[in-house]
């Protein structure tokens, strides 16, 4: 087996101590009672976020005494989710009890399998049936239920409709941007404001997942079957024409900044809102991760809409999100079930939403007036529709590794389009690793 091999990065050996000590402390984190040895004490790690220890405190107050949840924050503008992936993984390798419940991406769920707590004896088919259908596959490996979905995402793009109302078509843009409008028009609008000021299109293309869930979409988008036949093959034209529009974005057109090429999704959204940009790619939790930093004046002009498509294709949004694992080493899982059966309550994933912004996974949610900004949850339901899952393959951690390295490499004009294609496909159909 061959092997790509990157310079090593000071950043893990960071994230490893910075790791290191949230395990050693995250009993001081959340204490209900320290000297009470009879508290069973579960940790879970995740990206903690506000909702998240609200949550928490919740479930500590309601079962005090009994049951007390440590939580173990890997925040999104620390850590991406590559990064994310790593660090849980070098903790399960040495069978680590200080992890009893982790979150992981939808894609991920082959890669942490085997250190998963089998759950299919432990939810019933009716309960599994109170779930929108597209997130169950992704929580199945070899017919066992390995994992339990928590919340799911959909691609979404954001753009500041103050910015375009001057314009004298006007009416037609929005029209054509709320119902998905295509990658030709889209280029055409871009190349008609002409504004080297502000930023066209900004979307989150370091070498890392976040790239590869634009450059899968732009595929499936021409074709939904491109990854079913159980082998890749990037030189096809549907891959050529994703990776080229990619890259004449930044290089030919010039309405997508060279700087995202090292941005990952955080600071995507940072240089989006500092530099007034038009476009941004994301996900539905965009306002509540950057609610804070945006301009009040401005905050009700950013309106969100599908991502694009190819003209005579049918739209596609690729899903995201993330499922909850119970690791095999956990000495607690009776106690992280019930922590599980309550995140999974219709009260505790609407919570979520409204603080959040993810999408639940209980169709219960959806149909519920009553949810702060049930518009846009109802619009959510709708993309949902058009949904497309990145490929659901045992080895997709590699693949996606590799994929991400070359076309990263095309979009820095490091390499040509088809060699990159050709490579990526060579070294994933050789079995080859890239270690990053």
Same mark, same amino acid.
């Given at each position: ?110 890669? !942490? ?5 089998? #759950? %299919?004896?432990?939810? /019933?088919?009716?309960? $599994?049936? *109170?779930?929108?259908?597209? &997130? ?90 491109? !990854? ?5 093959? #990037? %030189?096809?034209?549907? /891959?050529?024409?994703? $990776?080229? *529009?990619?890259?004449?974005? &930044? ?90 059966? !309550? ?94």
């Amino acid at each position: 087996m061959k092997t790509i091999l990157k310079p090593m990065n000071l950043f893990w050996l960071i994230a490893v101590i910075i790791f290191a000590i949230i395990f050693i402390y995250s009993d001081k984190d959340i204490s209900l009672d320290s000297t009470s040895s009879h508290i069973t004490k579960i940790h879970y790690a995740d990206g903690i976020t506000p909702t998240h220890l609200q949550l928490i405190e919740k479930f500590n107050k309601k079962y005090n005494g009994r049951i007390e949840v440590v939580p173990i924050d890997l925040p999104f503008n620390k850590f991406s989710t590559n990064e994310r992936k790593e660090l849980l993984a070098r903790a399960l390798r040495s069978k680590s009890e200080k992890i009893d419940l982790f979150a992981v991406d939808i894609v991920w769920g082959y890669r !942490f399998a085997k250190w998963a707590e089998n #759950l %299919t004896s432990y939810f /019933s088919k009716e309960m $599994l049936g *109170t779930m929108i259908e597209p &997130i169950l596959p992704t929580c199945y490996y070899n017919d066992s239920l390995f994992a339990f979905p928590f919340t799911i995402d959909i691609a979404t793009m954001y753009y500041r409709d103050d910015l375009l109302q001057n314009l004298p078509n006007y009416s037609e843009i929005k029209h054509k941007l709320e119902n998905s409008i295509t990658w030709e028009d889209f280029i055409q609008l871009g190349l008609k404001l002409n504004d080297s000021q502000k930023p066209f299109f900004s979307f989150p293309a370091s070498d890392y997942e976040g790239l590869i869930c634009g450059f899968t979409e732009m595929i499936l988008n021409q074709d939904r079957n491109f !990854f079913d036949n159980g082998k890749i093959d #990037l %030189t096809r034209p549907e /891959s050529v024409r994703a $990776l080229t *529009t990619l890259t004449d974005l &930044i290089n030919k057109y010039n309405l997508t900044p060279k700087a995202v090429t090292a941005f990952t999704e955080h600071p995507c959204h940072r240089f989006y809102i500092d530099n007034n940009g038009y476009f941004v790619r994301s996900w539905p939790t965009f306002f509540s991760e950057n609610y804070s930093t945006i301009d009040t004046a401005i905050r009700d002009d950013i309106k969100r809409i599908p991502t694009p498509h190819f003209r005579g294709t049918k739209p596609a949004v690729v899903y995201g999100g993330w499922n909850l694992v119970v690791s095999k080493f956990s000495e607690h899982k009776p106690e992280v079930l019930e922590f599980i059966r !309550f995140l999974l309550r219709p009260e505790s994933q609407q919570e979520l939403f409204e603080g959040n912004g993810s999408l639940p996974v209980l169709k219960s949610v959806y149909e519920n007036s009553d949810v702060e900004d049930a518009e846009v949850l109802n619009y959510y339901k709708k993309q949902i529709e058009f949904g497309v899952h990145r490929p659901l393959l045992e080895d997709y951690s590699r693949i996606s590794d590799i994929i991400s390295y070359y076309v990263h490499k095309a979009l820095l004009q490091e390499i040509e389009i088809e060699k990159a294609l050709s490579e990526a496909t060579r070294m994933i159909n050789s079995n080859e690793v890239i270690f990053k």
